[in-house]
């Protein structure tokens, strides 16, 4: 069975930092893209960050220079470092892989 399971959310202060993680099991995703959106209350999931599967990344605008996707294809596992966050990445995040399942979400909450 397919699984994504994500963790390191949490609460924050505007300026910090977390870092997210993504364990995959049930098959390797070593050739898959995988993705980080995230959902605030009363907006649409909205694209975070993307990396290939030889590790070409996007990200969305607003995360540019703040967020680093990256991926650990022996431990089946995708990162999210959220630097200098802000109020406003307060939302819950979802790990995905590319055309694929979605992981549970990890709720993060930035506080002033």
């Known amino acids: 069975q397919v699984q994504l399971v994500e963790s390191g959310g949490g609460l924050v202060q505007a300026g910090g930092s977390l870092r997210l993680s993504c364990a995959a099991s049930g098959r390797d995703f070593s050739i898959n893209g995988m993705a980080w959106y995230r959902q605030a209350p009363g907006k649409q999931r909205a694209l975070v960050a993307r990396?290939?599967?030889?590790?070409?990344?996007i990200y969305g605008d607003s995360v540019k220079g703040r967020f680093t996707i990256s991926r650990d294809n022996a431990k089946n596992t995708v990162y999210l470092q959220m630097n200098s966050l802000k109020l406003e990445d307060t939302a819950v995040y979802y790990c995905n892989v590319v055309g694929g399942p979605w992981g549970q979400g990890t709720q993060v909450t930035v506080s002033s």
């Open positions: 990396i290939g599967s030889g590790g070409s990344t």
